[in-house]
């Protein structure tokens, strides 16, 4: 072959070499963002300071404006029922972190339990500060620097909000379809529809494919593994108790302040449910501040005698500040007594065994 003919067919495959579409360029940045910190030591120096500012001044900021609520509203609680309510909403927040970390281990991705519970806890902070992307990048970061890949973290985040949401609609169901506000709308119908459909978007034959395809025109490697239907049905059933538990807990809170009695404590832990739902809807479709306040006084107010909105929402901000301490008291916990994972010495946790039948690849 003369040289002529060499250098056309190099020109040749040079022109149809193809070059990274947008999404791969966005899915690469997205990959190796956060993971190099900046080499001078006074730029680290001042982006740590400046985070650890805003999360401590919206910290601040939320608890003097809770008290300024709580005074206003001449709220004051009883420590009979004030205690046991931390308490639970406490043992709350270590078990969501355990099913965080069990939502990892059904990926082929386990850590340890300290490591569930700080990657948990610490993004915790961040929610905070307005803005839900920094939460969910922050418990990525910090669950990539725990051994586990980014895609593999996004896509146990998905599981984690997804199946949440199928919970507290599960639990919520009943109390939307028999509130008497809704009884003329046939839209109280629908989380019987939404939670089935819920788990099938989550279920290997829609979720692998999807994830794989979206993963693919970002240029990312495809998950390594997925859950098995058996897996998210086990994984719903430990969000329904964790529900259920918060519930109760914001029952004792509701106690506390007002005297709400145990047959109607179902009422309540249904509206922990439904002022959830309401905080993921405004995150989606902006709507004001107080939109999760709003919905639990809305719901609880069946429970109350006088069925006053005002009282459900003077129990509405009891609830949110001891849940706020609870939180709190936890992430406090948790950075005590768990190695900071840039410091960690501990060997990486041991591949879970690849022949369980639930888990499956996707794809």
């Given at each position: 072959m003369t040289d002529q003919a060499t250098s056309a067919q190099q020109r040749q495959e040079g022109q149809t070499e193809t070059k990274p579409t947008f999404l791969e360029r966005v899915g690469s940045v997205a990959a190796s963002f956060?993971?190099?910190?900046?080499?001078?030591?006074?730029?680290?120096?001042?982006?740590?300071?400046?985070?650890?500012?805003?999360?401590?001044?919206?910290?601040?900021?939320?608890?003097?404006?809770?008290?300024?609520?709580?005074?206003?509203?001449?709220?004051?609680?009883?420590?009979?029922?004030?205690?046991?309510?931390?308490?639970?909403?406490?043992?709350?927040?270590?078990?969501?972190?355990?099913?965080?970390?069990?939502?990892?281990?059904?990926?082929?991705?386990?850590?340890?339990?300290?490591?569930?519970?700080?990657?948990?806890?610490?993004?915790?902070?961040?929610?905070?500060?307005?803005?839900?992307?920094?939460?969910?990048?922050?418990?990525?970061?910090?669950?990539?620097?725990?051994?586990?890949?980014?895609?593999?973290?996004?896509?146990?985040?998905?599981?984690?909000?997804?199946?949440?949401?199928?919970?507290?609609?599960?639990?919520?169901?009943?109390?939307?379809?028999?509130?008497?506000?809704?009884?003329?709308?046939?839209?109280?119908?629908?989380?019987?529809?939404i939670v089935p459909l819920f788990l099938v978007l989550l279920s290997p034959p829609v979720f692998g494919p999807v994830s794989k395809s979206l993963l693919g025109m970002l240029g990312r490697e495809p998950l390594p593994q997925i859950m098995g239907m058996r897996s998210v049905i086990e994984v719903f059933a430990v969000f329904l108790a964790l529900w259920a538990l918060m519930g109760f807990g914001a029952y004792l809170a509701v106690r506390s302040v007002l005297a709400v009695g145990f047959e109607d404590a179902i009422i309540v832990v249904s509206s922990q449910a439904i002022g959830y739902l309401a905080a993921i809807a405004s995150a989606v479709f902006p709507a004001g501040l107080g939109v999760k306040d709003a919905a639990f006084a809305w719901s609880v107010k069946v429970a109350l005698p006088s069925e006053s909105f005002a009282v459900g929402a003077a129990l509405a901000i009891a609830v949110r500040a001891i849940q706020t301490v609870a939180e709190l008291g936890y992430i406090g916990l948790v950075s005590l007594i768990t190695k900071p994972l840039k410091e960690s010495k501990e060997e990486p946790a041991p591949k879970a065994p690849p022949a369980e039948p639930d888990r499956v690849s996707p794809g």
């Open positions: 956060g993971r190099r910190a900046p080499k001078r030591r006074w730029v680290r120096f001042l982006l740590g300071t400046v985070l650890t500012l805003l999360v401590f001044g919206f910290l601040v900021a939320t608890v003097v404006s809770q008290w300024s609520e709580i005074e206003q509203a001449g709220i004051s609680f009883e420590v009979f029922w004030l205690i046991p309510a931390l308490a639970i909403m406490g043992v709350y927040f270590v078990l969501a972190g355990a099913a965080w970390g069990l939502i990892l281990s059904k990926m082929d991705s386990p850590i340890s339990q300290g490591k569930a519970q700080r990657t948990f806890a610490q993004p915790l902070l961040i929610r905070y500060i307005p803005g839900t992307v920094l939460f969910v990048l922050a418990r990525i970061l910090l669950t990539e620097r725990a051994g586990v890949p980014r895609r593999v973290a996004t896509a146990a985040i998905v599981y984690e909000q997804a199946i949440s949401v199928a919970a507290a609609l599960s639990i919520a169901a009943w109390f939307l379809i028999a509130h008497p506000d809704l009884a003329d709308y046939w839209t109280r119908w629908l989380p019987l529809a």
